[in-house]
């Protein structure tokens, strides 16, 4: 091999390391950035309220701009779980006429109740209050369902569930609830 062959070998050997490297830095960066947009904490005190552009749909409303600090907890990081009570507040849905019903109340930037406890084997219908910014939508992975609750709520039916915990969440899967089926 000559010195020229060498040399230009050397050369593309060094530019492949280098290559790799700001990839490596490149997705660093951006994976430290995208996990900041998932605590609910930074985004109260980082973004919302602040010029800087979103990224993460955390702090930020629909169209990618920050949402403006409020004194009002519950709309700190659009409505999310920042307000939620230390325990979590609990209730059973009332059987009439074969089937099972409650209500849940979001207005105040969480569940209300959090977990419902609901009877093995008998339908439910669960309804819920207009939401916005997090919970502008429920969502019941379990069952494949997804509801808005933008406009005036959303009412939702579910056959007879065997004993179990079944999650839902909001849109943004930041504000959880339980079903407590037994």
């Known amino acids: ?21 700001v990839a490596l830095a490149f997705f660093a960066a951006y994976g430290f950035a995208s996990t900041r947009g998932a605590d609910p904490a930074a985004s109260v005190t980082g973004v919302a309220g602040s010029s800087e552009a979103c990224s993460g749909s955390s702090g930020c409303d629909s169209g990618g701009q920050p949402i403006p600090a409020t004194d009002d907890p519950s709309q700190a990081c659009g409505g999310c779980d920042s307000s939620a009570p230390a325990e979590k507040p609990s209730a059973a849905a009332v059987v009439a006429d074969g089937v099972q019903r409650i209500d ?30 997090c919970l502008a939508e429920v969502q019941f992975p379990d069952f494949g369902i997804q509801k808005d609750l933008t406009h005036g709520g959303a009412v939702i039916e579910l056959p007879a569930l065997e004993s179990g915990e079944y999650g839902f969440n909001c849109g943004m899967e930041m504000v959880f609830g339980t079903l407590l089926v037994q």
Not at 127 to 133: L, N, V
């Open 104 to 133: 849940v109340d979001v207005s105040a930037g969480y569940y209300d109740p959090t977990v419902i406890q609901l009877a093995a084997g008998v339908p439910a219908v669960i309804t819920f209050s207009q939401g916005s910014g």
């Open 1 to 21: 091999m000559t010195e020229l062959q060498a040399y230009s070998v050397s050369s593309r050997t060094k530019l492949v390391v280098l290559g790799v490297i």
